[in-house]
């Protein structure tokens, strides 16, 4: 039978991995909440995994964002105006 003390040691092993990832994951511009979970499921793996992947800049991190939420980049509908492709108010 399991020792229940290795499995508390296991699950404290997870967690930590998970809040590992999480700041790992908002020190570079990722989403820490994604990587929290991602954590829990694959622990050190995860750790790994974070540390390998690249920064984001602050712009791509804003740009994923609206990108998520469906929204169009300011820059674009700016320049979609002056080509003539939408109205003023945003609309076809």
């Given at each position: 039978m399991i020792d229940t003390t290795y499995i508390i040691y296991v699950i404290?092993?997870?967690?930590?991995?998970?809040?590992?990832?999480?700041?790992?994951?908002s020190q570079k511009n990722r989403d820490n909440i994604g990587w929290f979970f991602c954590g829990l499921v694959f622990g050190i793996f995860a750790v790994i995994a974070i540390v390998a992947v690249p920064s984001l800049s602050k712009e791509e991190r804003k740009q994923r964002e609206r990108d998520a939420m469906g929204e169009e980049d300011p820059e674009l509908e700016e320049w979609k105006r002056k080509m003539g492709t939408i109205g003023p108010q945003g609309g076809q």
């Open positions: 404290i092993g997870w967690v930590c991995s998970a809040c590992l990832c999480a700041y790992i994951a």
